[in-house]
Structures are given as C-alpha cells and as structure tokens.
C-alpha cells in the first residue's frame, strides 16, 4: 500500500518528442504527488508537484496529469530537449508524514 | 558555499573499517534528512532530523549512526558495514520536518564496501 509504481524504467525520445511517465499508487491517504529530476553525478531536484484537487499542473514544458479515480498520474515533457535526458522520480506523501515514497525511476535519454 | 554540501564524494572502505559522512546545508533549513539510493531501487529514506532532534528512523541497522549536532551540519557514522550497504548516500534538507516541503538533496557520497 505504501508503494509508488514507476514505468517505464527507461525511455528513449528523439528531441522534440513527447517522453511521458506514469506512476500508480494503492494509498487513498496520499495527498501530495512531487516529480524530482536527477542529472549524473547531481542529487535529485524537486521538479514540478501536484495535489489531488487539480487534474493538470503546467510549468513551462513540463505537465503533470492526475487521476484521482484510477489513482495515477504522469509526468508529460513537451518540446523534449537532449538536456531534459535525466532520471526521473515520482513520489507519494500521506499527510501528517514526513516520508516521501519513492517511485524507482525513469531514466531519459533525449537524442538531438 | 549555497546549498547542501556532501563530503566526501567518494568513499572506499573496508568491512572492518570506522568512517564518517558529512553534510552541511547552507538553506537555513530547520530539517535534514540521510536517503540511500540503489541501482533500481526507489529512494530509501534513513532518517529525519527536525530542529536537531530524530524524528525518523526507518529500521536502519545499527552499523549506522547518524549525529546532527546543529541544524546546519549532519554526519553519518559508518562501521562494520557489509557488501549491500554499497550505495550513493544522499542528504537533503528542507525547510521543516513536514513532507510537504520540498527537499534540497546534496550531490552524495559514492560508498564502496570491500
């Protein structure tokens, strides 16, 4: 129940292209839903987050669609660039937590 | 120095060895916080200092001991680790213990056990 599921592991787009990532969660409890971004060699980096009352969040290229009812949501990169190429990690916060549950990754490779 | 800093970058030990980690964050953050990330695996969070007080620890086996004597300096203590423990230790900040805000991670310390 505590668990986020991440897919695909890894994903390959030509520059331009429109990389999307989904996650998928059991716990009605969680409330809020962050994306962070990992460059090699970097620690991750809080990207773009969303609570469950919005079906969509926009900042600038980056697009987080929510499912409450199917309790998923995904990660939508428009206009993809090679410097986009990163890990990406969903995650999961039940309120009153102080614990983030972690997806396992995607690994992004945009080519130019 | 901005941000959070880890030191050091890489660390090669052996099984029966004593090492330290260190960070510090220059945030102002009142929470700080040591993950450990594995190769496909999510994100493992090993324990939570708010206000220099432990408010998380996620059954981490005792060869580690963390120290937070500021709120601005964390240490990982390390001893008698095994093989598995090898992994990228990452600490983070934020500006309270609360999940909802965001975490300012450090670039980590590579840990290799022999």
């Known amino acids: 129940q505590q668990q986020v599921k991440q897919s695909p592991q890894s994903l390959i787009v030509q520059k331009g292209g429109i990389p999307i990532i989904n996650c998928a969660y059991e716990?009605?409890?969680?409330?809020?839903f962050p994306w962070y971004q990992q460059f090699p060699g970097k620690g991750p980096a809080l990207l773009i987050a969303i609570r469950p009352d919005v079906s969509e969040k926009k900042e600038g290229r980056f697009t987080i669609s929510f499912n409450k009812s199917a309790k998923q949501f995904s990660l939508h990169i428009m206009d993809s660039q090679p410097g986009d190429s990163a890990t990406y990690f969903c995650a999961a916060l039940q309120g009153g937590s102080e614990k983030l549950v972690f997806g396992k990754g995607t690994k992004l490779t945009v080519n130019p | 120095e901005t941000g959070v800093t880890q030191t050091p970058r890489h660390l090669v030990m052996g099984m029966t060895n004593k090492k330290s980690l260190k960070c510090e964050q220059h945030l102002g953050h009142n929470a700080m916080y040591w993950y450990k990330q594995s190769a496909k695996k999510p994100l493992e969070l090993m324990f939570v200092y708010s206000l220099e007080e432990r408010v998380e620890n996620n059954s981490v086996p005792s060869r580690f001991s963390p120290e937070c004597p500021n709120s601005s300096h964390l240490f990982l203590h390390l001893h008698t680790l095994q093989p598995e423990d090898s992994a990228l230790y990452l600490c983070?900040?934020?500006?309270?213990?609360?999940?909802?805000?965001?975490?300012?991670f450090g670039n980590g310390t590579r840990l290799t056990v022999t």
């Open positions: 716990n009605t409890a969680f409330d809020y």
């Open positions: 983070a900040s934020s500006p309270t213990g609360y999940g909802y805000s965001p975490l300012h």
